[in-house]
Each structure stands twice: as C-alpha cells, then as structure tokens.
Nanobody, 119 residues
Framework: QVQLAESGGGLVQAGGSLRLSCVASGSIFSINGNVMVGWYRQASGKQRELVATITIGGSTNYAESVKGRFTISRDNAKNTVYLQMSSLKPEDTAVYYC??????????WGQGTQVTVSS
C-alpha cells in the first residue's frame, strides 16, 4: 500500500484560497491499489467528515458544504491529488486528511495538514 502525505495547509483570511496536495509514495491510483482518493477534514471537537473524492475513473463527489468552492483534481504523472479551496470560511478550519481506498476496502490515511481560516 502506498503512503500518502499531505501538504499545503496554513493560515488564510476568510475569502482566500489554498491548494492542498496529497502525494503518494507510488502510483496514487491503480487497479491493485487505490481506486478512490478522498479529502476528509476534522475540526476540533468534531467527527471527521468527507470533503471530496475522486475515483480512478475521474468521477468526483463533494460534500454539500463545499460544492462550488472546492475542486478535487489529480495529476497521475506526479502521483498527486489536489484540493483547491476557494472562498474559504472560518468553518472550513480543520485538519485535512488525504485517504486512499482500495477495491478490497482497505483505507489508508495521511498524517493531515492544518487549515485555519481567520474571520
């Protein structure tokens, strides 16, 4: 199973933008590896929640709270999945995690990256 590492978090003012990157130690998508990669977030004192996913076929899915503001994309040549976040709100503040899911249901996680949006 490939290892995932997130980067790109930081402090930004409300209305600003950030791009998160999830880099895999090998092929981020493969038939025998990840068939779906997603971004999740966990705010302090809350449960981890889904933000966006992208499949090996390129289909995407978003949480209602981020539709129209966040975009998930991939660069297979760089073994990277991105999360472009725009029009950020203070309620987007959380630790953002990248996760891979195999066809057999095995899930892997990165270490997370902190995103803080100030009002």
């Amino acid at each position: 199973q490939v290892q995932l590492a997130e980067s790109g978090g930081g402090l930004v003012q409300a209305g600003g933008s950030l791009r998160l990157s999830c880099v895999a130690s090998g092929s981020i998508f493969s038939i025998n590896g990840n068939v779906m990669v997603g971004w999740y977030r966990q705010a302090s004192g809350k449960q981890r929640e889904l933000v966006a996913t992208i499949t090996i076929g390129g289909s995407t899915n978003y949480a209602e709270s981020v539709k129209g503001r966040f975009t998930i994309s991939r660069d297979n040549a760089k073994n990277t999945v991105y999360l472009q976040m725009s029009s950020l709100k203070p309620e987007d503040t959380a630790v953002y995690y990248c996760s891979g899911l195999t066809a057999r249901g095995f899930r892997s996680w990165g270490q997370g990256t902190q995103v803080t949006v100030s009002s």
